[in-house]
């Protein structure tokens, strides 16, 4: 009994073994994005083909609530704190009737918010400086491919009338 409840004290609040092992954490993500960009660009009156080609398929759609679509998005990473986001779209027969969602972030931002700056402890670049892109090898030239000779069965067809 003693070596079980020594066990559970060399456990971290951060879930770490002894501040050394740390358990593995998955990316948890579900449900649809909806950025900024996207619902700027749908309007009162839309058929719903046209809401589902700009936000994409709904993550709930209630058999209750037919005239009711949700989109709902959350991410739990490690590293990251977790985010939850609903933006729920209500209908009138096949017109959009309006939208309520909270203040939702810019594609940029959403992605500048889920990307991680440092692993390990060393900062991430995520684009090349002027000097690495210097650097890199210049593409080769490709020759212009050459066409294929045709290949396949010759065919010798009879004459369509008689002589």
Not at 11 to 29: A, C, H, K, N
Not at 62 to 90: E, L
Not at 117 to 122: A, L, V, W
Request: net charge neutral.
């Amino acid at each position: 009994m003693a070596g079980v409840l020594c066990g559970c004290s060399a456990i971290s609040q951060d879930g770490s073994l002894l501040g050394i092992v740390t358990p593995y954490r998955i990316e948890i993500v579900q449900g649809n994005v909806v950025t900024k960009e996207q619902l700027a660009q749908v309007r009162p009156g839309m058929t719903r083909v046209q809401v589902r080609d700009l936000l994409g398929s709904p993550l709930l759609t209630d058999p209750f609530h037919a005239d009711r679509w949700d989109y709902v998005f959350t991410i739990v990473r490690p590293g990251t704190p977790p985010q939850r986001r609903s933006v729920i779209v209500t209908f009138e027969g096949d017109r959009l009737q309006k939208i309520d969602a909270p203040e939702l972030p810019s594609e940029h931002e959403f992605v500048s918010q889920i990307t991680r700056s440092s692993i390990g402890g060393k900062p991430v670049a995520l684009e090349l400086t002027p000097e690495q892109v210097a650097a890199l090898p210049a593409a080769p030239k490709a020759a212009p491919p050459t066409p294929a000779p045709a290949t396949g069965p010759v065919r010798v067809y009879p004459p369509l009338e008689p002589n």
